[in-house]
């Protein structure tokens, strides 16, 4: 910093000690004023004390039950009992400021009219939609969890919209997957219904085939040509006839049969994974898991988070004691330019009497 910047601080703090020590009587009456108006004005009459209510909770790892206590899948590293990260986290901040749970608190508590806002109102609803947004905060803290924090002037009502808006939310999340998983169970309970009956067609017809005679295709097949064989060195031609007629039938239907317990067999297999499918969608569609760990719940608060008002008392007097001491200063100022002015006046009259 060079010297010339040093004298000029030098100076600007000289004339502002001069004039706190000149005007100290008048700065304290300044202060007194401020910090009493700032009590006054800061007080329940002029603004309305808020309580606040917080709730904190963390998202879990995973939302559905059949992939986590169902599924076979042993790549699933999800834990029912594992806290989310950063993606639940976002997942569930989403939800809090969607319209969805905004608009049933709105209605619950009837917010309209406490806040005061008249029905006939040109923009109601902007207001309102304002009221609620300044009153209800929702953020991630610095460890992962979501805070959600609710201000009113009814201390008992805070705690209890914030609790509701955390009980809203584990609700909706609910109700939004439960329509996507009661489609996927029908979906899936349909596809499994017809695979149930496409075997039970087959195997119908496989028992019709069995009362012609077809049992096992290969195995009587290999039994009948060895029998036969047996009765054409005996030449029993009545055997022979017996004989032939059932390699007839195994001819005519043998086919159809070894098609249709193939097709049976590979159908099974499906309808094995279809239920296992089945099995899934349904416990997804019927039963629920908690969305949330709530790690503390809200409770009335005992004084008021809003105004705080030993920092409205503290800025007040400094701002009132700050512009007074710059009025002061320009004041002075003015008045020392007048008097250097009337001065030179003086000085250049005197000297032209002087002259003459």
Same mark, same amino acid.
Not at 48 to 53: A, D, I
Not at 303 to 311: E, G, T, V
């Given at each position: 910093?060079?010297?010339?910047?040093?004298?000029?601080?030098?100076?600007?703090?000289?004339?502002? *000690?001069?004039? $706190?020590?000149?005007?100290?009587? @008048?700065?304290?009456?300044?202060?007194?004023?401020?910090? $009493?108006?700032?009590?006054?004005?800061?007080?329940?009459?002029?603004?309305?004390?808020?309580?606040?209510?917080?709730?904190?909770?963390?998202?879990?790892?995973?939302?559905?039950?059949?992939?986590?206590?169902?599924?076979?899948?042993?790549?699933?590293?999800? +834990?029912?009992?594992?806290?989310?990260?950063? !993606?639940?986290?976002?997942?569930?901040?989403?939800?809090?400021?969607?319209?969805?749970?905004?608009?049933? %608190?709105?209605?619950?508590?009837?917010?309209?009219?406490?806040?005061?806002?008249?029905?006939?109102?040109?923009?109601?609803?902007?207001?309102?939609?304002?009221?609620?947004?300044?009153?209800?905060?929702?953020?991630?803290?610095?460890?992962? @969890?979501?805070? %959600?924090?609710?201000? &009113?002037?009814?201390?008992?009502?805070?705690?209890?919209?914030?609790? +509701?808006?955390?009980?809203?939310?584990?609700?909706?999340?609910?109700?939004?997957?439960?329509?996507?998983?009661?489609?996927?169970?029908?979906?899936?309970?349909?596809?499994?219904?017809?695979? %149930?009956?496409?075997?039970?067609?087959? !195997? &119908?017809?496989?028992?019709?085939?069995?009362?012609?005679?077809?049992? +096992?295709?290969?195995?009587?097949?290999?039994?009948?040509?060895?029998?036969?064989?047996?009765?054409?060195?005996?030449?029993?031609?009545?055997?022979?006839?017996?004989?032939?007629?059932?390699?007839?039938?195994? @001819?005519?239907?043998?086919?159809?049969?070894?098609?249709?317990?193939?097709?049976?067999?590979? +159908?099974?297999?499906?309808?094995?994974?279809?239920?296992?499918?089945?099995?899934? @969608?349904?416990? &997804?569609?019927? &039963?629920?898991?908690?969305?949330? *760990?709530?790690?503390?719940?809200?409770?009335?608060?005992?004084?008021?988070?809003?105004?705080?008002?030993?920092?409205?008392?503290?800025?007040?007097?400094?701002?009132?004691?700050?512009?007074?001491?710059?009025?002061?200063?320009?004041?002075?100022?003015?008045?020392?330019?007048?008097?250097?002015?009337?001065?030179?006046?003086?000085?250049?009259?005197?000297?032209?009497?002087?002259?003459?």
């Amino acid at each position: 910093m060079s010297s010339k910047n040093k004298s000029r601080q030098l100076f600007t703090s000289a004339v502002l *000690f001069s004039i $706190v020590i000149k005007y100290r009587k @008048a700065l304290l009456v300044v202060a007194v004023l401020a910090i $009493v108006l700032s009590i006054v004005f800061s007080g329940p009459y002029f603004i309305t004390p808020l309580y606040k209510s917080e709730v904190i909770l963390y998202p879990t790892a995973s939302n559905s039950i059949s992939k986590v206590l169902l599924s076979n899948n042993f790549n699933n590293t999800k +834990d029912v009992l594992e806290f989310g990260e950063d !993606e639940q986290t976002e997942q569930l901040l989403q939800v809090l400021n969607s319209n969805k749970i905004r608009d049933k %608190i709105i209605e619950k508590y009837d917010l309209i009219n406490h806040y005061r806002i008249k029905p006939n109102e040109k923009y109601r609803f902007t207001r309102l939609y304002k009221e609620y947004a300044d009153n209800f905060n929702f953020r991630r803290t610095e460890y992962m @969890a979501v805070q %959600i924090t609710v201000l &009113d002037r009814d201390a008992q009502l805070a705690a209890d919209m914030a609790n +509701d808006v955390a009980r809203l939310l584990d609700s909706t999340i609910n109700g939004m997957q439960k329509k996507v998983a009661v489609k996927a169970f029908r979906i899936v309970a349909s596809e499994y219904q017809k695979q %149930i009956n496409l075997i039970k067609t087959k !195997e &119908d017809s496989l028992t019709k085939l069995r009362e012609l005679g077809v049992h +096992d295709y290969e195995s009587q097949a290999e039994m009948f040509n060895r029998q036969l064989a047996i009765e054409m060195a005996k030449g029993n031609t009545q055997g022979i006839k017996r004989l032939q007629k059932k390699l007839d039938i195994l @001819a005519r239907y043998g086919g159809a049969y070894v098609s249709l317990r193939d097709a049976l067999e590979h +159908d099974k297999k499906q309808l094995s994974q279809l239920k296992e499918k089945y099995e899934e @969608a349904r416990v &997804d569609a019927e &039963d629920r898991l908690p969305h949330t *760990f709530i790690v503390s719940s809200a409770y009335k608060a005992e004084k008021s988070a809003y105004p705080i008002r030993w920092l409205i008392v503290v800025i007040s007097t400094l701002s009132s004691l700050l512009l007074f001491i710059v009025v002061i200063g320009i004041i002075d100022s003015l008045k020392n330019n007048e008097m250097a002015v009337l001065k030179k006046k003086r000085v250049n009259h005197i000297e032209k009497k002087a002259l003459l």
